[in-house]
């Protein structure tokens, strides 16, 4: 069983409180899509050299994850390919089902891009990308209870594969 990365000094950092003071919501909006981009690149990056890619999570109330995992106020959660499905990021949320625990039971994970502290390979997390966390505001909140739940893509069907 492969063993997250300790949580980085970076998860101690508080949280701007007066974030809506210095970026308006169409500078929000950009920062969400260069965070899903910047999160895209480095799973990619990862993924061709064959280690999985972490993620630091800052959570707070908006954050779904299982709270059991947590170490205090973060959670480290494996995002590579193979550890996940149905992972998506659209509207300011990255999504997508995991399994956690003995029993290996299904759980869909649910954070906020701006929760998102770092993401990294899991051999060097020192050079990964970090990030400012902001709170979370009420307009994203809103998209995602609004039916982006809905809108999370469902992976085409595939069919086992027979080998003679």
Same mark, same amino acid.
């Given at each position: 069983?492969?063993?997250?990365?300790?949580?980085?000094?970076?998860?101690?950092?508080?949280?701007?409180?007066?974030?809506?003071?210095?970026?308006?919501?169409?500078?929000?909006?950009? =920062?969400?899509?260069?965070?899903?981009?910047?999160?895209?690149?480095? /799973? &990619?990056?990862?993924? &061709? *050299?064959? #280690?999985?890619?972490?993620?630091?999570? @800052?959570?707070?109330?908006?954050?779904?994850?299982? /709270?059991?995992?947590? @170490?205090? =106020?973060?959670?480290?959660?494996?995002?590579?390919?193979?550890? #996940?499905?149905?992972?998506?990021? +659209?509207?300011?949320?990255? #999504?997508? *089902?995991?399994?956690?625990?003995?029993?290996?039971?299904?759980?869909?994970?649910?954070?906020?891009?701006? /929760?998102?502290?770092?993401? +990294? $390979?899991?051999?060097? $997390?020192?050079?990964?990308?970090?990030?400012?966390?902001? $709170?979370?505001?009420?307009?994203?909140? =809103?998209?995602?209870?609004?039916?982006?739940?809905?809108?999370?893509?469902?992976?085409?069907?595939?069919? $086992?594969?027979?080998?003679?």
């Amino acid at each position: 069983m492969l063993r997250a990365p300790s949580l980085p000094h970076l998860m101690q950092k508080p949280a701007l409180s007066n974030a809506g003071f210095f970026f308006g919501e169409r500078t929000m909006s950009r =920062n969400f899509q260069l965070r899903a981009d910047v999160i895209e690149t480095v /799973r &990619s990056y990862c993924e &061709s *050299q064959g #280690v999985s890619t972490y993620i630091w999570v @800052q959570l707070d109330e908006a954050c779904s994850v299982p /709270r059991s995992f947590a @170490q205090g =106020n973060a959670i480290v959660l494996d995002i590579s390919e193979l550890a #996940v499905n149905r992972f998506s990021m +659209a509207d300011g949320w990255l #999504v997508f *089902q995991a399994r956690f625990g003995e029993a290996n039971e299904i759980e869909t994970i649910e954070v906020p891009l701006n /929760r998102i502290v770092l993401v +990294a $390979p899991e051999s060097d $997390p020192q050079n990964g990308a970090s990030f400012m966390v902001f $709170p979370t505001t009420d307009e994203v909140k =809103n998209a995602r209870s609004n039916g982006a739940r809905e809108a999370t893509p469902r992976p085409a069907m595939r069919r $086992p594969t027979r080998v003679k």
